[in-house]
Each structure stands twice: as structure tokens, then as C-alpha cells.
């Protein structure tokens, strides 16, 4: 009889001694010493299963079973021997172990076999997680090591950041220094700029980089439902809440939760956000108990802190909570240098994404002096989805300038940037100008096609015309 698990094929025949044996697992089934004749017991004995009375287990070796199976976890781990084939050599094991009872023995045996089996994967799979986590943590270590010598100057990746630009070093050195400790942070750069890939950067420099990372973007969810997404809830609590839901707060537990746009969210939630931050502890919907949790909160936004919390989108408090550590991302407009390194970046990413027939081997020169003149406003997303763009109607092995999406200025080298604005403007300028200039510039563009524009821009439609009654823009 053959067995097809993950994509293999397992003969139950000749079994699951020779498989087990190939990815470091030896067994110890318990059953009856007595209950285990001749010719069975001498079977399993051939095929690598070592016999042991279950009087032993209670007799005080349990400890010991533990421990052996802990140290077969780490020895998996180190392996890197794929947990799937873990269950199932141990499950195919417990198939064959149980067709080996003689039949008439005592039921109670199955039971204990039951529980001894529990018992088994549950220490084995806490120990190989645990031991892969740390795996993990020291391979991250390692290389972070080796990259710290080539010095930030000559990094063009960290930790998904591409680019070598002067305007990305701050950013840089300020994950370094707020990875090493748990306090909250705040993210601040306009739409596209890569907030979520700072705060994974950060998440993959803590010290528990392989603990969950957990992200909400708040401006996607209502407001009368992002309390009981954050926080949970109770079963009844309200219409349709049939079943207790732990909420994001505690799905993030040891890890990192990520607030994408954390202005979006309404006052009163966020009074609650302070008081979870400040008393480390949550209440879910329809409880009166206080649940602890243990969790960094990264927060986002693309507005202004300041002038969010002059215009009432952000509480005053909650903003001095969030911006100890605070995190200004740049514009791509302000480290165009990155722009062949991103290109680079994103190729090699479609290229494994998209699986094309001819894959793309770079960007015609032409067409990379045009990328290099544009403002993109809609930022690195843009840049992206334009790459993404010359991967679907190009033709050939090279993006050309006329595989760049036709809605965007750059396939015609439109709106060069100049790097440095005029002293007396500059120094005035808040993210909520830069902004509106942005929708203006790509509204200009697409000749006033709003839909067009919130594509430039990287944005829904719904989000561009809630910008344009924010501006006023017409």
C-alpha cells in the first residue's frame, strides 16, 4: 500500500523505519510487554522500534522520554529537515505500531498509546520551533555581522531597505538603534514610501525577529469595527459574534503589530490604543476582565504628526506617547541615485514572481535616464508597479521606455525634480503641503482623469477624492 503525503510517495510496506530513519527519528513505542507476541514483536524489532513496557513510563522514565524527544527536536531543527515530514513519519509510525496490536488486547493500551503519542509531537514540536527560532536569530546575527563590515555607505539591502542614498542612512541608523528595545515607534513618509517595510526592517533586528509580525491598515477597516479587530471579543458580545476572538492585540504576542495609518483611526479608539499602551493590557468586547500582552506597536501615518494633531486626526497624547522613537521616511524624490537600485531590486523580484517566459535582464538605457529624471510621486510603489508594468506588455528581455505605463508621466521623462527647493519655501513646507503639491502635479499630468491619477499616486480612487475635499483641490 503506498502513501501519498506533501508530494511523496511512502510505501506503508517497508516502511516507516527506513523513512525515519533518513531524517533522524527513532521511535519508542509503549505498549504491553506481555500483550506483544513472538512474531510481531520480533517484526518491529527488525524494522527499528525499540519495545518498552508502559509500566516503565510510569515507573518514572517519562522525564527521560521527554528529554529524548526534545533532543530529536533539535536534532531536526539543525537539520532543517522540513516539519511536514515530521508529522507524517510520526503519524505513519503510530499507523503501523497500532496495526501491530495482536488482536483481544486491552483497550486501555490504546488510550495510553493515545496519550504518549500527544505527548510525543508535543514536546518534539516545541523544542524543533524553538530551536529553528534560534537558528534563525543567529543566521540573522551573522549576516548582520558580515554586512556591518562592508559599512552603510556600501550596503545597497538592509532588511528589505534598498538603496544607498545619504537621505536613507538616517532612517537606517535609526532601526538600529530602536530595534534593540521594545518601545513603540512611529512612522512617518508619504504614501508608497515603504512604512511597512521599515517596520518588518525593525520586526527582523529585534531580538525576536521569528515572533509573529502582525499589520492592519486602519484606514481599511470601519471604525466601529477596528476595537474589536484590535482588541477582541467575547462570544454574544454583539449580533453575530458567535465565538470568543482573541483580536490582534494577542495574535502579535511576543511579536510585533503593526498600525498602518493610525490616523484613520477615531478618537475614541485611539484613547483606547493609549490606555492599552500605557497598562499593557487589553479588554476584548463584552469582558470585564483585563487580558496582559506582551507586544511592540509600530505605528504609521502619512500626514504630519504635528499638523495631525493641530487638524484633530491624531490625540495630542497619543502623539507624545508614539514619537519617542520616530522614524521619517523619504521621498523618492529625494534619493533618485536609488532609483537603478530599486529597478534592479524589482526585476530580480518579478522575475521569481511572474515566472516569464523570457525574463526581463534590465532597463534599456534610455528609459533608466527617464526613471532617474522623475518625481514619482506615488513614491517607490510607483516605481514598482511601473517595472511591473514593462514585466506584462513588453516584448522583449529589456524594459523600454515605451513599456512604462502610458498614465505615467516618466514614459515621456515629464516632471524632472530639482533636489533643492528655494530657501524661502522650503524651510515652510510641511508633509501636508508636499502632499496636496503631489495630487496637483498628478492630476496635472493625467490632464485632470482623477482615476488615472490615484493610479500615479499609488492610492484608491476613494482615497484621492477624500484628499481632494481635505485640499479643496477642484
Sequence with gaps: MNWSIWGRSWAHSRPIAEKSSTIGISFTCSTSARSVRSRKASSLRSAGWTLTPTGTLRAGTFEQFVIRMRQIGVALAERRVPFAEVVASMHLFEESAIASF????????????????HCRIIALSETYFRDQAALAAARIESLEKEADLLGGQLRTNFHGLVGVAPAMLRP?????????????????????????????????????????????????????????????????????????????????????LFLDEITEMSAATQSKLLRALQERTVRPVGSIREVPFDVRVIASSNRDPKAAVTEGHLREDLYYRLQVNLIEVPPLRERLEDVPLLAGHFIALFNRRMMRAQPIIGIEPRALEAMSRYGWPGNVRELSNAIESGFTFGDSNMVRLADLPSTSAVAAGAMPVSRAAPADSASSLSLTDTERDLIQRALASTRGNRLRAAKLLGISRKRLYARLRRYRIK
Excluded: Q, W
Design 102 to 117: 495482536p488482536s483481544g488486547v486491552d483497550p486501555s493500551m490504546y488510550r495510553v498509546f493515545d496519550k504518549v503519542s
Design 172 to 256: 537606517r541608523a535609526r532601526i538600529e538603534s530602536a530595534a534593540g528595545v521594545r518601545g513603540t515607534v512611529l512612522i512617518v513618509g508619504e504614501s508608497g514610501t515603504g512604512k511597512e517595510v521599515i517596520a518588518r526592517a525593525l520586526h527582523e533586528c529585534s531580538r525576536s525577529p521569528m515572533a509573529p509580525f502582525v499589520a492592519l491598515n486602519c484606514a481599511a477597516i470601519p471604525r466601529d469595527l477596528i476595537e474589536s479587530e484590535l482588541f477582541g471579543y467575547k462570544r454574544g458580545a454583539f449580533g453575530g459574534a458567535a465565538i470568543d476572538y482573541p483580536g490582534l492585540f494577542r495574535a502579535a504576542e511576543g511579536g510585533t
